[in-house]
């Protein structure tokens, strides 16, 4: 890792593209919550006063797709008209069955598409995932938690994070600059909004992983000022987030994104897998970083290749680090969706905040509970707005 300052943003929950990740993992939780065997690919666009949905479902679950999609909008917050986009707009909904070309391959367990995917893992923090991602996640939910609390109720949903880490010698010192943009209440100066969001988020955040924060560092709403924000101001699609949703541009992505789509679909399936044996090689002291790859065909169980890249830092052959990862976790489609327990309703909390660093999901579930890596920066718990 030769990067001198390295830089990665997140976004809200209530951030147009965001909406459409969650409504669409709604409808797949709300299908699998059912039918565990649903298969379910589902698009979502929003744009001012309008919510589109169209894809493919197969279940024996009697979905109400537009009831599905109003609570994940009035949960985000979108309950003003007067915002352009609320949780009564209306929606559409194009979805039909799964093709029977697809369903031939899946049905005789192989991977729904074709495609590569990717996981990493780094020893910067507890997570095992990069600073500069881990920070920005959490400032944008610490500031969703400080609007959905009350701490800061002028603040409206939708939001970007973006946090710039100086490095030497390939491990994080600094954290150098923190932009946010938050759309808020059009009698709150910007000003005001800076001091707060400065005080009650980003200090506390940065101060749980070890680093200060001088508010001559931060920018907030760049270009002086955000009213409205949310579908009124930016259409929203699913998927368009994928390198907020894995590692903030520090490791590589692949093909495809993950919303919207049931587990025998490889782009979501292969990734947690990947990222399950890159977090279990540098939690077992194995490397300091290190990068799956895995590839599948369309309808073939196994995958066609699987590599390992630790960039100098195994301290083991890499063949022991291969043997390693490979005893892990079945590769197939089967055993992905068996090992990893994938056929649970159990992704919408995953499409806000990122899809790897949180311990809830089984693809971070660690071999051993004690890794045997030593960490740069350990986190405390945030409390300023509302706390975890």
Request: aromatic residues 6%; proline residues 5%.
């Amino acid at each position: 890792m030769n990067y001198k300052v390295f830089t990665s943003e997140s976004v809200c929950s209530g951030h147009p593209d965001k909406i459409c990740d969650q409504v669409s993992d709604a409808v797949l939780d709300a299908a699998l919550s059912v039918d565990p065997l649903s298969r379910v690919a589902v698009e979502t666009l929003v744009t001012t006063n309008r919510l589109v949905m169209a894809g493919e479902v197969t279940t024996k679950a009697n979905l109400d797709y537009e009831a599905v999609a109003r609570k994940v909008i009035k949960e985000l917050g979108y309950l003003d008209p007067s915002l352009g986009f609320h949780y009564q707009s209306p929606i559409q909904v194009w979805i039909h069955q799964q093709s029977p070309d697809i369903a031939l391959g899946v049905d005789n367990d192989g991977a729904g598409d074709q495609g590569m995917m990717f996981g990493y893992a780094c020893s910067e923090t507890p997570e095992l995932m990069p600073l500069p991602i881990i920070l920005a996640h959490r400032l944008a939910q610490e500031i969703d938690q400080a609007r959905e609390n009350g701490l800061l109720p002028y603040l409206r949903p939708d939001g970007k994070t973006e946090v710039s880490v100086r490095y030497e010698n390939g491990r994080p010192v600094k954290v150098e600059r923190v932009i946010l943009a938050v759309p808020h209440q059009e009698k709150v100066e910007t000003a005001q909004v800076k001091e707060d969001l400065h005080k009650r988020v980003v200090v506390p955040v940065l101060a749980a992983y070890g680093f200060d924060s001088a508010e001559k560092e931060l920018v907030v709403n760049g270009t002086g000022r955000w009213i409205i924000g949310g579908p009124a101001s930016d259409t929203g699609v699913t998927g368009r987030k994928i390198v907020v949703d894995t590692y903030g541009g520090m490791g590589r992505i692949g093909g495809g994104a993950f919303s919207g789509k049931d587990p025998t679909k490889v782009d979501r399936s292969g990734a947690y897998g990947a990222r399950y044996l890159a977090k279990n090689i540098v939690a077992s002291g194995l490397a300091d970083r290190a990068e799956v790859q895995i590839a599948y065909v369309i309808g073939q169980r196994e995958p066609i290749t699987k590599t390992v890249e630790t960039f100098g830092t195994e301290k083991s052959s890499l063949r022991e680090v291969e043997n390693f990862a490979w005893n892990l976790l079945d590769l197939s489609v089967p055993g992905l969706l068996e090992g990893l327990d994938l056929r649970r309703p159990i992704y919408k909390e995953s499409a806000r905040y990122g899809h790897f660093g949180r311990e809830e999901f089984p693809w971070e579930k660690k071999v051993s509970e004690k890794p045997k890596v030593k960490v740069t920066a350990r986190p405390r718990e945030v409390s300023s707005a509302g706390g975890k």
